[in-house]
């Protein structure tokens, strides 16, 4: 589908990031200072509801925008939103950004003693040419 589909993917496995939020609650990244389930940014900073993100920090070759959080709970997070992917046709540095609608799930909750309550998996359902496509992202590998 894409020209350099794995190298996409290995990027967008790292942190689901934030790249400008819109709305959301920005919180303290200190021990014990999360007390929900958050997002953790690019820039090590723990978020709920973010309208915004950053999906590959090295290259952003993929990002979400307008999000809007249908639940945000402490186990598992729904919304919709624009999935925006670089094709990396011929290469990623002259490739195109190509839209989709996405629905999210965001779940299997993880607990480090830093950060606290973090969402260590996303689920993006779009479709591609028609076609039902479901990419899952896992995070904070």
Known sequence: MFGNRMTAKIAVAGLL???APTS???ASIEAGAA????LLTCT???VTRPGNYLLSCADANARLARVH???WGATRATGVGTLSQNNCTPNCVSGHFINYAVTISLGKVITSP???KEFSRAVFHYKVKGKPT???FYLND
Do not use: C, D, N, P
Not at 35 to 38: D, E, F, P, R
């Open 17 to 19: 990031a934030v790249l």
């Open 24 to 26: 959301g609650v920005i």
């Open 35 to 38: 007390t929900g389930t958050h």
């Open 44 to 46: 090590r900073q723990l």
């Open 69 to 71: 959080w249908s639940s």
């Open 114 to 116: 830093k950060y606290g």
């Open 134 to 136: 479901e990419e899952i």
